[in-house]
C-alpha cells in the first residue's frame, strides 16, 4: 500500500462516524476511570493496606464497568499500552491510535482536575499520583510495571472477541487481571499499569519522579504481551486479518 | 397526546395488574435493601476502615441480589435517581415514576424501623444515616454525591434489556457498581447514591443535616447520567421507544 | 390421594435410584459446607473483624462451589431450611424432605468431627460453634436469623430453573446471598441460617445455649421466604406443578 | 493395547503440533502463576491478616485468568496433582502427563527466580515458600493440604467441559475453589495445594522443611477427588471415553 492509498484511507477514517464516537467514549471513559480509581485512594487514613486493597478494587471495578459500558463503542481501551499493543499488532490503524492515545491522555488530565477540586485538600494526598518505593530501584520498577501490564494486556488479547466491528474484551476477566496487578505492584510502584492513568494526576500535581517508568514499562510490557497472545494463541488466526 | 388522553391511559394503568406488582416488588425491595444495606454497617467496633469494606460489599451485594430477584417484575430501580432518570428519558409514565417513589420512600422508612427494632441499641449507632464528613463542604458533598450515582445510573442505563416488556439491567455489574460509589464516597458523605435509602434512617435516627444534598445530588448525578447514555451508546435507539 | 397411594408413592421413591444419589450429594455436600465454612473462621488471630471477613468469603465461596458441583444432583439444599421451604412449598415430596435433613445433620455433624481432628487446639477455638452476642437478647436473635434466612430462601426459589428434572438455583446469586447474610448476621447471632451448620459443632464441642434459635429462626424465615416467592413472582407459576 | 502399540501412539503424540503447544502454555502459565500468586504475598507489612487476604485474592484471580486465557489450549492445570488425577481417571496419557509435570516444575522455577530478581530483598521475605505452622503436626498438614487439594480438583471435574477436543474447567468457579483453599489452609500450611507452586520457591530459597508434604498431600487429595467425581456424577459418563 503506497503512501497515497495510505493517506486516501486515513481521510476516509477521519470523516467516519465511529472513530468520533469512539473518541469520545475514550475521552469520557479515560475521565471516570481516573475519578473512581483515584479517587478510592484517597481516605482520612494513611493505612497502606487500606489503601491497598481500595486500590484492587477500585480499579479493577472500574475498569470492568467501562469496558462493559463503553466497550461496544470503542473496545474500551482507555490505556496507551492497550492501544499501542493493539497498533502493534495491527488490530487497529494508525491515526485511530494516535488519536485514541491522546483523547486518554487528555482524559486522565481532566479526571485529575476534576478529582482536585471535588476531594477536600486534607485526604487528597499525593492525588494517586504513581510513585516508585524508595526501596525499589529503577531497573526492578520496570520490571515490575512491565509484568503487571503484561498480564494484563495478555488477557486482554486473550478475551477479545468481534461484536459488531468492534473487537470487545471479556470485561468481568479484564477488570480482575487489573485487579492482580495492583496486588502485585501496588506496594512497589503505585501500579500504574496505564501510562495515562499516571500522566494526569502527575502534571495536576506536578511531580514527575520517575515518571518515564510508567511509560516505558506498561507500553513494552503491553506489547510483548499481545505479541504473545498472537504467537501462542489459536483463536487469533480468525481476528487477524479483522482492523477496525 | 392532549390531557384527557393522558389523563385515560393513566386510568387504565391504574387498573392493570402489572404496575400493582411492580409497586409491591419496589416496597418489598426497598424494604431489603435498607435493612441488609445499613444494617451490615452496625458491628461492635466503630473502626472506619470496617464499615467502609463492610459498605462495599453490603449495598453491593444486596443490589445486586434484589435487581436478580425483583428486577424482572419491576425493573429493580429501589431509587428515586433511577427513577427519575427513567421518567426524564421516558422509559416510564409519569403515574408509575411517582408511585415508584412513594413506595421507595415508604419500604426505606419500613426497612429502618425494622432495623431499629431489631439491632441492639448497643451497635445501632446512628442507624446509618448519611453524614456529610466535617471536613468536607456541601458542594464538594453535592459533587461527590452526583459523580457516585452517574456511575450508577450510566451502567444502570447501559446494560438495561427489555425481557417480557420489563427493562431490566444487568444485575452483576450493577451490584459492582454500587461497589464502587460506596468505596467512593462513603468516608466523604456515607455514600448515599439513593434518596430513599437515606430518608428512612434520617427519619426513624431524626437527622437532617444536609439532608437535601442526598436528594438533589443523586437526582441530578441520575438525570445526566441517564442523558449521557441517550446521546452517547448506540444500544438506546432500540429502546428508544419504549415505555414500560 | 388417599394414604394407600401415598405410600405406594413413598414406596416407588424410596427405590429410586435418584433418591440415594441425592442423599449422597446432600451428604457429601454438608460435610464439606462444614469443614471449609467454619474452618475458615479457625485462624490464630481472634480479631474479630478478620472472623467477620473470614465467614462472608468462606461460607458464600463454599455454597457457591458446592450448588455448582453437587446442584445438579440434589438441588444442593445443604440446609434443612431450604429443604423445609421446598417442602411446604410442595416442591419436593415428604419423604425425600426427611431424608435430606436427616443427612444433612449427619453430614454436619461428620463435617465437624473431622474438623475437630484436623485443626490443632490451639486455634480451634469453639469449633465454629454459632452463639448469640451476650447484648443480643433471644427475640433480636430470632429476627436476626428470621431475616438472614429470608433473604437466602427467597433468592435460592427466584433463581431455580428446571435442569433435567431436579431444581438448580444459580450458584453464584445463591452464593452471594450467603456472603451477605454473613455480614449481616456474624456479629450479632454468629450467622447460621443453616440448622445442621450449627448442630455439627454444636454437638461436637458440646454447647447448646440458645441452639433452639438456629432451628427455630431460620426454618420460620426460610418458610416465609418460600412462600413470598410463591405468592409474587410470576415465573413460579411454571413450577407449580411440579415435584421432584 | 500391547506395549507396542502403546509406544506407536506415543511416538504419533510427540510429533503432533497440540502436544508442543500445550506444553508452551503449561510451562507459561507455571510462571506466571508463581510470578502473581507468590509476588503479592510480598508486602512492606509482616501482618499475617494482610497476607491471608492477599493470598486468597492472588492465587484465585491468577489461576481463574490463566485458566481463561491458556484453558483452551492445555486444560489450564498448572498443577501436578491436577495432572495426576486426570492421568488416574484416563482423561490423558501417560506421556502427556509426564511431560506436563515437567514443564510445570520448570515453570515454578523459573517464576520464583524472576520473583528473586525483581522483588527487593527487604520484602521478600522467604519468597513465598509455603512452611507448616509450628504448632500444626505433620499428619495434621497432610490432612490440610489432602483436603484443601480435594475441594479443588473435585470442582475442577466436576466443571470440566470439552471445547474443541480439550477439556476445559469453568475459569470463574476453579479460581473461587483456590481462594476457598487459601482461606483454609494458609495459616495452617500455607496453603500450598500444588506441588509446583511449592517447588520453586523451596529451590530458589533452599527451603525444604517438610517439603515432601506438598506432595503427598495435594496428590492423594486430588487423585480422591478427581475418583470421587468420576464415581458419583452423572455428567463424568459423556466424557469417560475421551483421552486428550
Chains 1, 2, 3, 4 share one sequence.
Not at 500500500?1 to 467514549?25: C, F, H, N, P, V
Not at 468492534?166 to 487489573?178: K, N, R, T, Y
Amino acid at each position: 500500500m503506497g503512501i497515497k492509498d495510505w493517506l486516501k484511507k486515513a481521510k476516509e477514517e477521519l470523516y467516519s462516524k465511529q472513530l468520533w464516537k469512539s473518541l469520545r467514549a475514550e475521552f469520557f471513559g479515560s475521565i471516570l476511570y481516573v475519578i473512581f480509581g483515584c479517587g478510592c485512594l484517597m481516605n482520612w487514613t494513611n493505612d497502606n493496606t487500606v489503601k491497598l486493597f481500595a486500590s484492587v478494587l477500585s480499579f479493577g471495578i472500574s475498569y470492568s464497568i467501562l469496558v462493559k459500558t463503553l466497550g461496544s463503542t470503542s473496545g474500551g481501551h482507555l490505556n496507551p499500552a492497550v492501544t499501542v499493543s493493539l497498533l502493534c499488532t495491527r488490530y487497529i490503524s494508525l491515526l485511530r491510535g494516535l488519536f485514541y492515545i491522546l483523547v486518554q491522555i487528555i482524559g486522565s488530565i481532566c479526571g485529575a482536575a476534576i478529582l482536585y477540586g471535588i476531594i477536600p485538600s486534607e485526604i487528597r494526598h499525593d492525588l494517586g499520583v504513581t510513585k516508585v518505593h524508595k526501596n525499589v530501584d529503577n531497573v526492578r520498577a520496570f520490571g515490575v510495571e512491565f509484568l503487571a501490564t503484561f498480564i494484563v494486556i495478555f488477557t486482554y488479547f486473550t478475551t477479545l472477541e468481534n461484536k459488531n466491528n468492534v473487537l470487545v474484551p471479556d470485561s468481568v476477566v479484564c477488570g480482575l487481571s487489573i485487579s492482580l496487578s495492583q496486588l502485585f505492584a501496588f506496594n512497589l510502584t503505585g501500579a500504574s499499569i496505564n501510562p495515562a492513568r499516571s500522566i494526569g494526576p502527575a502534571l495536576i500535581h506536578n511531580s514527575w519522579d520517575n515518571h518515564w517508568i510508567y511509560w516505558v514499562g506498561p507500553i513494552l510490557g503491553g506489547i510483548f504481551g499481545g505479541f504473545t497472545h498472537e504467537y501462542t494463541n489459536k483463536q487469533s488466526a480468525d481476528l487477524q486479518n479483522y482492523q477496525t
